[in-house]
C-alpha cells in the first residue's frame, strides 16, 4: 500500500518526465496538498513515521495550511507525544481561528491530559480549557462532525462524576447521527446500567453496535453483560457465543467464553 500512494505522489508531483512544462507544474500550495492526502493515507494504514515525513515536506511547501497542524496533532498524539499534539493543534486554530475540527480536537487531547494526570496542580484549568474548546466546536452550526464534540463533552462530564450533564450531551450526539455516534451510544448504555435499568442499558449497546460501528467489541461484550444483569440468559448466550465468532483470539473473546462458564 505504502508504495502505491509513494508512486501516486511521484506521478502526481512531477508528472511522467514532464516537469519542465509549465502547464503541468505544480504550485506550492498544489504540492503541499498532495503531500497532506500522502500523509493521511500513510496515517490510515499506521505508518506514522511516513506520516510525519510527508508532513514536513507539506510544511515545507505551504507553512500556513492549517490541515498540516491538525493532521501533525492526530499523529503526535498516536505516537504518545501529547504535548507535541496539543502544540499543533493550538497552531491549527492559529491559522484559522474557526477551525471546528482541530478545536475538538484539542479539546479531547487537553481532556485526556487531565485525566490522566500529567497535568498535575493545572489540571483543573486544562479540563476547563478543553470544555471551552469542546463547547465552541459544538456549537459551530456549520461543522458537519459536531456530534464529536458533544459526545466529548459527554465524556468529560460522565468521568467527572456529573451523569445528568453527560447525559444530555450523549443524548444530542445521538440526536445529530445517531449511525456514527457509536460511542455517546456506548456511554448511555453505562449510564443506563448503572442506573440499573439493565435492558434500556442492552438496547443504547445494541445501538453502538450498528453498522458503521459493527466491529466494537466492547460494545458487543457490555450488551452480553447488561443482558445477564437483566436475566436474560438465552439472550445473552447468544450475544456471548457471537463474540466468540466475531472476534476470536480477542480480550472481548476471552471474557465472553468466562462469561458463558458462569450464565445459569
Same mark, same amino acid.
Given at each position: 500500500?505504502?508504495?502505491?500512494? $509513494?508512486?501516486?505522489? *511521484?506521478?502526481?508531483? *512531477?508528472?511522467? @518526465? =514532464? &516537469? #519542465?512544462?509549465?502547464?503541468?507544474?505544480?504550485?506550492?500550495?498544489?504540492?503541499?496538498?498532495? *503531500?497532506?492526502?500522502? !500523509?493521511?493515507?500513510?496515517? #490510515?494504514?499506521?505508518?506514522?513515521?511516513? &506520516? $510525519?515525513?510527508?508532513?514536513?515536506?507539506?510544511?515545507?511547501?505551504?507553512?500556513?495550511?492549517?490541515?498540516?497542524?491538525? $493532521?501533525? +496533532?492526530?499523529?503526535?498524539?498516536?505516537?504518545?507525544?501529547?504535548?507535541?499534539?496539543?502544540?499543533?493543534?493550538?497552531?491549527?486554530?492559529?491559522? %484559522?481561528?474557526?477551525?471546528?475540527?482541530?478545536?475538538?480536537?484539542? @479539546?479531547?487531547?487537553?481532556?485526556?491530559?487531565?485525566?490522566?494526570?500529567?497535568?498535575?496542580?493545572?489540571? +483543573?484549568?486544562?479540563?476547563?480549557?478543553?470544555?471551552?474548546?469542546?463547547?465552541? !466546536?459544538?456549537?459551530?452550526?456549520?461543522?458537519?462532525?459536531?456530534?464529536?464534540?458533544?459526545?466529548?463533552?459527554?465524556? $468529560?462530564?460522565?468521568? #467527572?462524576?456529573?451523569?445528568?450533564?453527560?447525559?444530555?450531551?450523549?443524548?444530542?450526539?445521538?440526536?445529530?447521527?445517531?449511525?456514527? &455516534?457509536?460511542? !455517546?451510544?456506548?456511554?448511555?448504555?453505562?449510564?443506563?446500567?448503572?442506573?440499573?435499568?439493565?435492558?434500556?442499558?442492552?438496547? #443504547?449497546?445494541?445501538?453502538?453496535?450498528?453498522? /458503521? =460501528?459493527?466491529? /466494537?467489541?466492547?460494545?458487543?461484550?457490555?450488551?452480553?453483560?447488561?443482558?445477564? %444483569?437483566?436475566?436474560?440468559?438465552?439472550?445473552?448466550?447468544?450475544?456471548?457465543?457471537?463474540?466468540?465468532?466475531?472476534?476470536?483470539?480477542?480480550?472481548?473473546?476471552?471474557?465472553?467464553?468466562?462469561?458463558?462458564?458462569?450464565?445459569?
Amino acid at each position: 500500500m505504502r508504495k502505491g500512494v $509513494l508512486l501516486a505522489l *511521484f506521478v502526481a508531483l *512531477f508528472g511522467m @518526465g =514532464c &516537469a #519542465s512544462n509549465s502547464k503541468t507544474r505544480k504550485s506550492p500550495e498544489e504540492r503541499a496538498q498532495l *503531500f497532506l492526502e500522502a !500523509a493521511a493515507a500513510s496515517k #490510515s494504514e499506521g505508518d506514522l513515521t511516513s &506520516a $510525519l515525513q510527508y508532513l514536513v515536506e507539506a510544511e515545507k511547501q505551504n507553512p500556513s495550511l492549517p490541515e498540516i497542524f491538525h $493532521l501533525r +496533532a492526530i499523529v503526535m498524539n498516536s505516537k504518545g507525544e501529547s504535548q507535541l499534539a496539543i502544540e499543533s493543534a493550538r497552531r491549527a486554530i492559529e491559522l %484559522r481561528t474557526n477551525y471546528s475540527d482541530a478545536m475538538n480536537t484539542l @479539546g479531547r487531547l487537553l481532556m485526556e491530559k487531565a485525566q490522566r494526570g500529567d497535568a498535575g496542580a493545572r489540571t +483543573a484549568s486544562m479540563l476547563e480549557e478543553a470544555e471551552s474548546w469542546l463547547q465552541k !466546536a459544538s456549537s459551530d452550526l456549520l461543522y458537519r462532525d459536531a456530534w464529536k464534540s458533544k459526545t466529548n463533552l459527554g465524556i $468529560l462530564h460522565y468521568r #467527572s462524576g456529573r451523569d445528568t450533564q453527560a447525559l444530555q450531551y450523549f443524548s444530542k450526539a445521538t440526536g445529530d447521527s445517531p449511525a456514527q &455516534a457509536c460511542i !455517546a451510544h456506548y456511554y448511555i448504555g453505562h449510564l443506563r446500567l448503572k442506573a440499573g435499568s439493565f435492558l434500556e442499558a442492552a438496547r #443504547s449497546y445494541d445501538r453502538a453496535t450498528q453498522k /458503521f =460501528c459493527a466491529g /466494537f467489541a466492547d460494545a458487543h461484550l457490555a450488551e452480553g453483560v447488561a443482558l445477564e %444483569r437483566a436475566r436474560e440468559y438465552e439472550q445473552a448466550r447468544k450475544k456471548f457465543l457471537e463474540i466468540t465468532r466475531s472476534f476470536p483470539n480477542s480480550a472481548a473473546a476471552e471474557q465472553a467464553v468466562s462469561r458463558l462458564k458462569s450464565i445459569p
